[in-house]
């Protein structure tokens, strides 16, 4: 009976033992067909991975073409932009497109043996932000350093080469105030002194005038009073810029005749020299293509006056105005001295596709024009993108300049510059924020060849200008450069009426010289002539200076794998 039953045990280890080899043969067999799937797959998401690789390396080849200067529209795109990977992989730059002034999307992909595998796009923008100031911090033959006045309100972002100093005398903490510094404050040095107590420097590296009034939450003095972003209001720039590159002075100025005014680099040197006097406009053909040159006559530099005014304005949308019909400014220049000189006026009118304008332009225009006529001369009509922009030299001294204007237009000024009215834009109802989509911008750039004798560019605003709300609005971009900073100077002179304030809408780019007191006297008025500075969010004036340099600033990236 027992070897019965170990006979059956044995049969039922031998039924197992079959059973559980038959499991691990269909185990097995089952392994081995979802084998070559399991590659597959590991394939797929290996070239997936490679796609994303490589979409991407061509989104950053277009950033590497922004930063050196390329133009968008010099790209290399479609087939021509394609780069060879190795391995059957290459990828390619598929569209750069302009969306808004200075933003872009870019749309890219990689292929595996001419098989789309990954698409990519992308938001870039040029990473310069819409800063309300831009000014060179440093010690100025011993004097103190420069500082932004706490009792400005400024909103914008605001950049400083070297240290940020903050004037901070007389600023009283918990007041329930709003904070007047609304943006970031970058640095491109901050101060390397550890924060104390007794000294002047700020938890970021920013320096205080009073260092006894400087902000310490701890104290009760915090930081949110003076920043409407705390501490992180206050930021190292994040790009290694020097000086030439922030406000490039020479090299601003090579570029604004060479490449804007079509004056050959090697003619720099001698400004306009190459133009004839009086007024001289590039273009080809019926197209402009630079800048219109008003040069001096005689022996000394003429005089200039500068008026913008609407002759047919925009139609309303929204209750909101809109770029005028038909704009006009008037230039008029006197040379010579006293009862000999000669006056000559020019005006520059510029025309919107569709609008009419009397006997020069019986019909309407089917592009934007210019018309240029000077004294009772024939005069010049030009086609041309009004939004687009474009420049105004003028060789001489500006002693005055005021009005609305239309378009986008850089004015540059060889001498002297007075401003003597608001600058107002034609499609921002004045005391408002201008709308983002708005084109219209000017920008003045003064003391591009001035000597030691020279004042600058300054406010000169009398009571018979005087706005009935005591506030001059300044919708404009100023800067002032030089190749020689000793020589570059703004509001060195600047007068307003007493009980008055100017409200900057736009930006200012400080060239601080190195000469004695002027650093102290350009910051002594923006503290005590201004009322606010806001940066302006819109279209910035044609070929304005700024940074001057492409520094790409991805704002969105997303890419996804194509199917088979």
């Given at each position: 009976?027992?070897?019965?039953?170990?006979?059956?045990?044995?049969?039922?280890v031998?039924?197992?033992?079959?059973?559980?080899?038959?499991?691990?043969?269909?185990?097995?067999?089952?392994?081995?067909?979802?084998?070559?799937?399991?590659?597959?797959?590991?394939?797929k998401?290996?070239?997936?991975?490679?796609?994303?690789?490589?979409?991407?390396?061509?989104?950053?080849?277009v950033?590497?073409?922004?930063?050196?200067?390329?133009?968008?529209?010099?790209?290399?795109?479609?087939?021509?932009?394609?780069?060879?990977?190795?391995?059957?992989?290459?990828?390619?730059?598929?569209?750069?497109?302009?969306?808004d002034?200075?933003?872009?999307?870019?749309?890219?992909?990689?292929?595996?043996?001419?098989?789309?595998?990954?698409?990519?796009?992308?938001?870039i923008?040029?990473?310069?932000?819409?800063?309300?100031?831009?000014?060179?911090?440093?010690?100025?033959?011993?004097?103190?350093?420069n500082?932004?006045?706490a009792?400005?309100?400024?909103?914008?972002?605001?950049?400083?080469?070297?240290?940020?100093t903050?004037?901070?005398?007389?600023?009283?903490?918990?007041?329930?105030?709003?904070?007047?510094?609304?943006?970031?404050?970058?640095?491109?040095?901050?101060?390397?002194?550890?924060?104390?107590?007794?000294?002047?420097?700020?938890?970021?590296?920013?320096?205080?005038?009073?260092a006894?009034?400087?902000?310490?939450?701890?104290?009760?003095?915090?930081?949110?009073d003076?920043?409407?972003?705390?501490?992180?209001?206050?930021?190292?720039?994040?790009?290694?810029?020097?000086?030439?590159?922030?406000?490039?002075?020479?090299?601003?100025?090579?570029?604004?005749?060479?490449?804007?005014?079509?004056?050959p680099?090697?003619?720099?040197?001698?400004?306009v020299?190459?133009?004839?006097?009086?007024?001289?406009?590039?273009?080809?053909g019926?197209?402009?293509?630079?800048?219109?040159?008003?040069?001096?006559?005689?022996?000394?530099?003429?005089?200039?006056?500068?008026?913008?005014?609407?002759?047919?304005?925009?139609?309303?949308v929204?209750?909101?105005?809109?770029?005028?019909?038909?704009?006009?400014?008037?230039?008029?220049?006197?040379?010579?001295?006293?009862?000999?000189?000669?006056?000559?006026?020019?005006?520059?009118t510029?025309?919107?596709?569709?609008?009419?304008?009397?006997?020069?332009?019986?019909?309407?225009?089917?592009?934007?024009?210019?018309?240029?006529?000077?004294?009772?001369?024939?005069?010049?009509?030009?086609?041309?993108?009004?939004?687009?922009?474009?420049?105004?030299?003028?060789?001489?001294?500006?002693?005055?300049?005021?009005?609305?204007?239309?378009?986008?237009?850089?004015?540059?000024?060889?001498?002297?510059?007075?401003?003597?009215?608001?600058?107002?834009?034609?499609?921002?109802?004045?005391?408002?924020?201008?709308?983002?989509?708005?084109?219209?911008?000017?920008?003045?750039?003064?003391?591009?060849?001035?000597?030691?004798?020279?004042?600058?560019?300054?406010?000169?605003?009398?009571?018979?200008?005087?706005?009935?709300?005591?506030?001059?609005?300044?919708?404009?971009?100023?800067?002032g450069?030089?190749?020689?900073?000793?020589?570059?100077?703004?509001?060195?002179?600047s007068?307003?009426?007493?009980?008055?304030?100017?409200?900057?809408?736009?930006?200012?780019?400080?060239?601080?010289?190195?000469?004695?007191?002027?650093?102290?006297?350009?910051?002594?008025?923006?503290?005590?002539?201004?009322?606010?500075?806001?940066?302006?969010?819109?279209?910035?004036?044609?070929?304005?200076?700024?940074?001057?340099?492409?520094?790409?600033?991805?704002?969105?990236?997303?890419?996804?794998?194509?199917?088979?």
């Amino acid at each position: 009976m027992l070897k019965t039953l170990r006979k059956k045990q044995k049969g039922s280890v031998l039924l197992l033992t079959f059973f559980l080899l038959i499991i691990l043969a269909l185990l097995g067999s089952g392994f081995v067909s979802l084998l070559p799937m399991e590659m597959r797959s590991a394939q797929k998401d290996r070239a997936v991975m490679q796609g994303g690789y490589g979409a991407k390396s061509a989104l950053e080849k277009v950033m590497n073409e922004f930063t050196d200067q390329k133009p968008y529209t010099a790209i290399a795109t479609g087939t021509a932009s394609s780069v060879d990977m190795g391995n059957g992989w290459s990828y390619r730059v598929d569209t750069v497109t302009l969306i808004d002034p200075d933003v872009y999307r870019v749309a890219t992909s990689a292929s595996l043996n001419n098989v789309v595998k990954r698409r990519s796009e992308a938001i870039i923008d040029n990473g310069a932000g819409h800063h309300a100031i831009k000014f060179l911090s440093t010690t100025i033959n011993g004097n103190a350093k420069n500082s932004l006045p706490a009792g400005v309100t400024i909103d914008g972002d605001v950049l400083v080469m070297g240290t940020a100093t903050i004037n901070n005398a007389g600023f009283t903490y918990n007041t329930g105030n709003p904070a007047p510094f609304r943006g970031t404050i970058f640095q491109t040095e901050p101060s390397t002194t550890a924060y104390t107590s007794g000294n002047s420097v700020g938890r970021k590296g920013e320096e205080y005038t009073v260092a006894g009034n400087k902000p310490d939450d701890a104290n009760g003095r915090p930081y949110s009073d003076i920043y409407a972003n705390g501490q992180d209001a206050i930021q190292p720039y994040p790009f290694g810029v020097q000086q030439e590159q922030l406000y490039l002075s020479s090299q601003t100025e090579t570029r604004l005749l060479s490449k804007v005014f079509n004056v050959p680099s090697g003619q720099v040197s001698g400004k306009v020299s190459a133009a004839p006097a009086g007024v001289s406009v590039a273009s080809t053909g019926a197209a402009m293509t630079g800048g219109i040159y008003f040069k001096s006559s005689g022996n000394q530099a003429n005089e200039f006056t500068v008026k913008f005014n609407v002759d047919v304005p925009g139609p309303l949308v929204n209750g909101k105005p809109t770029a005028a019909k038909v704009a006009t400014t008037t230039v008029t220049q006197k040379s010579g001295n006293g009862n000999n000189g000669t006056t000559t006026t020019t005006k520059i009118t510029t025309v919107r596709k569709g609008s009419t304008l009397g006997v020069l332009v019986p019909v309407p225009q089917p592009t934007d024009t210019i018309i240029i006529q000077q004294g009772l001369s024939a005069p010049q009509i030009l086609t041309t993108d009004i939004d687009a922009g474009h420049v105004m030299y003028i060789e001489g001294d500006v002693k005055e300049m005021s009005g609305t204007y239309s378009g986008n237009r850089t004015i540059g000024i060889s001498n002297d510059t007075q401003i003597t009215g608001e600058l107002l834009k034609d499609d921002t109802i004045r005391g408002e924020k201008s709308s983002p989509a708005s084109k219209t911008a000017l920008g003045i750039i003064g003391t591009v060849s001035t000597g030691p004798n020279n004042v600058g560019t300054d406010f000169i605003l009398a009571n018979n200008t005087r706005p009935a709300d005591d506030t001059y609005y300044m919708y404009a971009y100023l800067t002032g450069l030089d190749d020689n900073d000793t020589n570059s100077k703004m509001f060195k002179d600047s007068t307003i009426p007493n009980g008055t304030s100017i409200a900057m809408m736009g930006s200012i780019a400080l060239q601080i010289t190195t000469a004695n007191g002027q650093t102290n006297k350009t910051l002594a008025f923006l503290n005590e002539g201004f009322s606010t500075i806001v940066a302006d969010e819109s279209t910035e004036p044609f070929a304005f200076n700024g940074l001057n340099i492409f520094i790409p600033r991805l704002r969105s990236y997303v890419d996804v794998p194509v199917g088979e």
